[in-house]
């Protein structure tokens, strides 16, 4: 059995922590029971921790508003302010969750640390330096008269590359990444198709591909990666298997 992480980045999925088809709405006891473990995990012994999450039905929900609103797929930069203060109410909720659970959680806001897709993440590693458990999260960022979003998987990945964690885990609203018959594959490697997923309604960053492009890139960069449920985090984090294994 691999060893505990002793340093982990967490992304908490906008499906696992949000209703995805009911807007501006949090799964209460899923967000809860996400921070109570990651509070017995950073508790137990000298972790380093950084969270990410996602947009569910507060970013993606905003982005397809303005979408329709607008008549148009590409926002402009005009449109950045109102993704942003959707994401600001979610993210307010998850460190108030997350602090609840006794977690030092610092909250940074993406858009003010991207240039485009081009994050610094300097200050969470200052953040994780002294103690605390940074938190970002994916978010419209302004970008030559247009926007981009940035996605929670990008960041977590980026964030925990340069902070040099153990392991990178991506958890969703499912037990890992399913294959057409609903059971989880276990360990997905290099040249292995991702299976595609009907439903992705409200995903304007890529959904599981992006995702698991993301997840791979963290594997070659050298962290032990998993795709799980909110059941499988604790295992993982602790040196166990649960979910999917992204390996290259
Ligand atoms: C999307 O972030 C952020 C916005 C839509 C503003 P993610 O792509 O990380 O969100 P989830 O996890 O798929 O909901």
Do not use: N
């Given at each position: ?16 922590v ?15 029971g ?5 509070a ?11 969270v ?19 008549g148009a ?14 994401m ?7 460190v ?7 977690l030092p ?12 897709r ?37 960041l977590?990945v ?54 698991v ?36």
């Amino acid at each position: 059995m691999p060893r505990p992480c002793g340093s982990a980045a967490v992304k908490l999925g906008g499906s696992l922590v949000t209703v995805k088809d009911r807007p501006y709405t949090v799964r209460g006891e899923a967000l809860a029971g996400a921070s109570r473990i990651l509070a017995a995990y950073w508790r137990s012994g000298g972790r380093r921790l950084i969270v990410v999450h996602g947009g569910g039905s507060f970013g993606h929900y905003e982005v397809d508003t303005l979408r329709g609103e607008l008549g148009a797929r590409d926002l402009p930069a005009a449109a950045a302010p109102r993704i942003q203060g959707a994401m600001l109410r979610l993210a307010a909720r998850v460190v108030e969750a997350l602090r609840g659970a006794g977690l030092p959680a610092s909250l940074h806001t993406t858009h003010t640390i991207c240039e485009c897709r081009e994050c610094r993440y300097t200050p969470l590693l200052r953040d994780l330096g002294e103690g605390l458990v940074p938190v970002a999260y994916g978010d419209a960022v302004p970008c030559r008269g247009g926007l981009v979003i940035v996605s929670g998987d990008q960041l977590v990945v980026e964030a925990g590359l340069e902070a040099g964690v153990d392991c990178i885990v991506f958890t969703i609203d499912a037990p890992g990444v399913l294959d057409g018959e609903g059971r989880v594959i276990g360990e997905l490697g290099p040249g292995d198709p991702v299976p595609r997923l009907g439903g992705a309604a409200h995903d304007v960053t890529g959904g599981l591909e992006a995702k698991v492009e993301w997840a791979r890139r963290a594997a070659a960069g050298g962290a032990r990666v998993y795709i799980t449920g909110l059941g499988g985090l604790l295992k993982v984090l602790e040196g166990g298997r649960a979910g999917t294994r992204i390996v290259v």
